[in-house]
């Protein structure tokens, strides 16, 4: 195990960094989305933005960042699922195929389709992104939530799910690969609605919303991660934003 960790000490350091310098930014910008009473109990607490951004920045570069991507190189192994990263011609159509379509499923898809029916949804496409979002969207959603949903989590169920139906099997059958894929998907949109919850009402238009768009693309991110390895899945993931992200600036 620790073998392991001491040859990917690159990978875990990238993963540090795009934590904390992501995580800085996704505090800095967070407080412009949050509803007025989430603004009004944060200056109750004393929380400003800077200790905000600080805190989120520990949190996405150590807790969710580094330490999840180590167990996650562990487990990983033990059920086939890590590579590391290689240029692969195979991986560049899919990779970019997903990327552009998880970006325009973002904007302006969001904005047509549910922003007609919600005026939260609409108002988010009313302002340009900032850097400080850009980068967030990029390291962040891009790498450190790769880690968590992909890396640990799905490779956590392919084991568990392996060790429980499929003990008697050498390697992990197709099957167990796609339910750890779809469990981590429909995780990775629940995982979501907390932050929808903090700056509005959460209804079932919302809802159905978080589910198609983040637990649909976290199916193809954790499919790019079992035939590719994670860093495709992280490219995908973090282009997919940073695409959407210009098109807001050029557009809006």
Not at 146 to 154: A, D, K, S
Not at 175 to 199: C, D, E, K, R, Y
Not at 208 to 232: A, P
Request: charged share 15%.
């Amino acid at each position: 195990m620790r073998d392991t960790v001491k040859r990917n000490w690159k990978f875990l350091l990238f993963v540090l960094i795009s934590g904390l310098i992501g995580g800085y930014c996704t505090g800095f910008y967070l407080p412009e989305a949050f509803s007025q009473e989430m603004l009004r109990q944060l200056q109750e607490q004393g929380m400003t933005t800077e200790m905000l951004a600080r805190s989120a920045a520990v949190q996405y570069g150590i807790v969710f960042g580094v330490m999840l991507a180590a167990i996650g190189l562990i487990v990983s192994g033990k059920v086939g699922l890590w590579k590391e990263f290689r240029f692969e011609k195979n991986a560049v159509v899919p990779t970019t195929v997903i990327a552009v379509i998880a970006a325009l499923c973002l904007f302006p898809g969001d904005k047509l389709i549910f922003g007609s029916y919600s005026r939260w949804v609409n108002d988010m496409y009313h302002t340009a992104p900032g850097l400080p979002k850009i980068i967030a969207g990029l390291l962040v959603g891009g790498v450190v939530e790769e880690v968590m949903m992909r890396l640990f989590l799905m490779s956590l169920l392919v084991l568990v799910i392996s060790k429980l139906f499929r003990k008697n099997e050498k390697e992990p059958p197709a099957g167990v690969f796609a339910a750890a894929n779809l469990i981590s998907a429909l995780l990775f949109a629940a995982g979501h609605l907390p932050g929808t919850m903090a700056m509005t009402a959460l209804t079932p238009l919302l809802l159905f919303r978080c589910f198609l768009f983040n637990g649909g693309l976290g199916l193809c991110f954790g499919c790019l991660y079992r035939k590719y390895g994670i860093g495709y899945a992280m490219i995908a993931h973090g282009a997919a934003h940073l695409i959407s992200d210009t098109l807001m600036i050029l557009f809006i």
